[in-house]
């Protein structure tokens, strides 16, 4: 009896010490970060329950369903400074035509310093082809030297041994093999460009290689953007084109979440109906589509077997009219950052003035002298703030005012604002001669407050 307990006793110390033994070795992989690399199976485990005792939710960990990917940055070098917007696109090989280069080139011509400033173009070279990527590097390297060296540009790719089968899969919607592999294939590649692009922007813009772009688009986006955030509703994607995959804007908060999305159900359906489905299960039940749009299709031949593809946004609007450079003055009270000059500039920014009262005035001054063919003036947003009675009037002969503003001795009406705007065209018909001045003068107070949405002037050369 004696030996059957000593042997129990010897068997049950074994089995301890072989116990304290394992959970030491493996307390010490866990706490100094140590990995069996040929185990991935035991690092899931391991990591799954690291996570279950944490006292932050999964979410906000931001590292939740890891993407077992490597990146190749292929030209420019990654900033460390986050911008307020980064701009995902794809481009891979096509039977027919190329449209990348020239989807850059709209992007940065259409920008201002400022605006170039606030953003990073990351673009996802997709193809297996080694040599077009190649070309088509150099060909970036090119023709972008300057963007590359001031991080507006980056281009990236994903080597094809990280992407799951693209060939083989269930056929949904009656869609042929060659189909299935090439719409799964490109949401692997989104999902890639998502999930590198999340640390780089505030907000994340989804494009295709294929686009123009509105004059301006981020200022107009920013905007839209702010007034969205100034009602405090809850929204998981905005739309600036009403195309496929193109122009929809992402808090990039929700950029990992969405990556792992697009991976998780990558052969299921195109990249456009998973959106849709991603937007209702972030309770956004409508979408939320601007309008004009700020990016249209120009591909002729689609990057699918390059079948002819003639999708065009009907509600795009490439530009905005250039006015030329001027200096302008206002005696009405601007709020906040709403001053008189983004009524003149390029882009989608307004004035916006407190009640006015009658003789309040805002004055345009000319750099240069100019023949006014035609003017436009858009006052109000929705119904409201309308500039309600006014006189649109030109100027000649510059003079410098006790208070330093500059503005002109003598003014011609040309016409009055009604029910908020004012239209006029062949104005040199009636004045020949080069003007100095633009100037808008309230003729009747107001309770309500003003905004001046847009000035726009045609203009035509002086004559010798």
Not at 75 to 81: M, R
Not at 284 to 311: A, D, V
Not at 428 to 453: F, H, M, P
């Amino acid at each position: 009896m004696r030996r059957h307990t000593k042997k129990k006793h010897a068997v049950l110390l074994l089995l301890l010490l072989s116990g304290g033994i394992y959970f030491i070795s493996h307390s010490v992989k866990h706490i100094t970060g140590w990995k069996e690399s040929e185990d991935p199976v035991l690092m899931d485990i391991k990591w799954m329950g690291g996570r279950s005792v944490s006292t932050e939710s999964w979410l906000d960990q931001g590292d939740y369903l890891p993407l077992n990917v490597t990146y190749q940055v292929l030209a420019g070098v990654p900033s460390t400074q986050s911008r307020y917007l980064s701009i995902g696109l794809s481009s891979v090989k096509r039977k027919k035509g190329s449209y990348l280069i020239s989807t850059l080139e709209s992007l940065f011509q259409q920008s201002s310093p400022e605006e170039l400033s606030s953003m990073v173009v990351v673009v996802l070279l997709a193809d297996f082809d080694v040599s077009w990527r190649m070309t088509t590097v150099m060909n970036i390297k090119t023709g972008f030297s300057s963007e590359l060296e001031q991080g507006h540009l980056l281009v990236i790719h994903v080597p094809e041994e990280w992407y799951p089968p693209v060939t083989g899969l269930k056929r949904n919607y009656n869609d042929p093999p060659e189909r299935v592999s090439f719409r799964s294939k490109q949401n692997l590649d989104y999902a890639f460009l998502m999930h590198y692009s999340s640390g780089l922007g505030r907000y994340y813009l989804q494009l295709e290689d294929d686009v123009l772009s509105a004059k301006n688009f981020l200022t107009t986006i920013k905007r839209h953007v702010d007034k969205q955030e100034a009602k405090k509703t809850t929204w998981a994607m905005l739309e600036f084109s009403s195309l496929g995959y193109i122009g929809k804007l992402y808090n990039s908060a929700n950029l990992p979440l969405l990556a792992r999305f697009l991976f998780l159900f990558y052969q299921e359906m195109p990249c456009d109906w998973l959106m849709s489905h991603f937007r209702l299960l972030l309770t956004q039940k409508e979408p939320i589509l601007f309008k004009p749009s700020l990016f249209q299709h120009m591909g002729t031949f689609s990057s699918f077997q390059g079948t002819y593809n003639k999708l065009k946004d009907k509600d795009f609007r490439e530009s905005f009219d250039t006015n030329p450079a001027a200096d302008v003055y206002s005696d009405m009270s601007s709020y906040e950052k709403y001053f008189p000059k983004l009524a003149w500039n390029a882009g989608e920014g307004f004035f916006w003035g407190r009640s006015p009262v009658e003789g309040n005035y805002l004055t345009v001054v000319f750099t240069e002298p100019r023949v006014v063919a035609g003017i436009s003036v858009e006052t109000g947003r929705e119904g409201k703030d309308m500039l309600g009675s006014a006189l649109v009037e030109i100027g000649h002969g510059v003079i410098t005012t006790a208070d330093k503003e500059k503005t002109c001795k003598n003014f011609h009406m040309v016409g009055s604002i009604e029910n908020g705007r004012f239209e006029k065209q062949q104005i040199d018909k009636n004045y020949g001669d080069a003007s100095s001045c633009l100037r808008i003068r309230v003729t009747a107070g107001q309770k309500e407050w003003v905004i001046i949405n847009k000035i726009r002037i045609s203009t035509k050369p002086s004559a010798p």
